[in-house]
């Protein structure tokens, strides 16, 4: 069963205007959740994260809104660019008890299209 | 600084073959961790690393098995390859000892490895 859920395979939107990439989870017990954005042939590039004492965290132009209640987050990225094309995958930290280590669980992504 | 690098960038192997793949994490990065991503899904977790210690292990068969060196850079090994194996590797390294960042990993390239 997956445990973080994007169920969103691909958004096109113009450039200028607002993109909003969602992702679902099961488990209530993450507390730390991940974007990153990832170009054909390269890995995963860090973009934002955010804790689960917050429900909203904001770097330039993109932005991380959390909802406990519904077990959902998304990011809002503001003005898209066509730079922006890429796949997104949001991802959650799961601890293993101990010493800050976990893992991170990723969604299946979704790919974002920026048209100019 | 340099990010997280891997070799080789390429690789393609016969059925039955063993790989190693090799990692160094991001300098003052004490963890690293490895993931395994196929077409069209997220990267799956295959294990973590930290201080030379193994601190996890996904759901992956004893074919699959890894280590970590004194400076901390680390292999992945896979013995006895099946077609199923080809995928993109990913290495990713983080600092469990920073505050409140601990849980941020920041991946590499990634190894192409295809099965024939």
């Known amino acids: 069963d997956q445990q973080v859920k994007q169920n969103s395979p691909s958004l096109s939107v113009q450039e200028g205007r607002i993109s909003i990439l969602n992702c679902d989870y099961t488990?209530?017990?993450?507390?730390?959740f991940l974007w990153y954005k990832k170009y054909p042939a390269e890995g995963p590039t860090f973009l934002i994260s955010i804790s689960s004492i917050k429900d909203k965290n904001e770097d330039g132009r993109f932005t991380v809104f959390l909802n406990k209640s519904a077990k959902h987050l998304s990011l809002h990225i503001v003005p898209s660019q066509p730079g922006d094309s890429a796949v997104y995958f949001c991802?959650?930290?799961?601890?293993?008890?101990?010493?800050?280590?976990?893992?991170?669980?990723f969604g299946q992504g979704t790919t974002l299209q920026v048209k100019p | 600084d340099a990010g997280v690098t891997q070799s080789p960038t390429h690789l393609i192997k016969t059925r039955g073959q063993q790989v190693t793949l090799r990692c160094s994490p991001i300098?003052?990065?004490?963890?690293v961790s490895w993931y395994q991503q196929v077409l069209g899904q997220g990267p799956q977790f295959i294990f973590q690393y930290y201080e030379k210690e193994e601190r996890g292990r996904g759901n992956f068969p004893d074919r699959f098995s890894a280590r970590q060196f004194p400076n901390y850079s680390s292999e992945l090994n896979v013995n006895a390859l099946l077609l199923g194996d080809s995928a993109l590797y990913l290495c990713a390294s983080s600092r469990p000892d920073r505050g409140l960042t601990f849980y941020e990993q920041y991946f590499g390239p990634g190894t192409r490895l295809t099965v024939t």
């Open positions: 300098s003052g990065h004490k963890s």
């Open positions: 991802a959650a930290f799961e601890d293993y008890g101990s010493g800050n280590t976990g893992k991170l669980i």
């Open positions: 488990n209530s017990m993450f507390d730390y």
